[in-house]
């Protein structure tokens, strides 16, 4: 789950804008549990085609 579409129960702001003290820490503890949560959903699926593109390239050098 990426934070961009959570909501602030504290200021009732995305919590990616980071308006208020509790949007910021939740911000941070977010971004440190995993390396990729940072990403929005468009950067994980041009991640998720370059992957495919080097696995059908790699595939077809081999055959």
């Given at each position: 789950m990426t934070y961009d579409?959570?909501?602030?129960?504290?200021?009732?702001?995305?919590?990616?804008e980071g308006r208020c003290p509790v949007c910021?820490?939740?911000?941070?503890?977010?971004q440190q549990e995993s390396p990729l949560a940072g990403l929005n959903p468009m950067m994980l699926i041009a991640l998720l085609a370059v992957l495919v593109a080097a696995v059908a390239l790699l595939a077809h050098q081999t055959v």
């Open positions: 579409r959570l909501v602030c129960a504290n200021c009732a702001s995305p919590v990616s910021r820490a939740n911000r941070e503890r977010m």
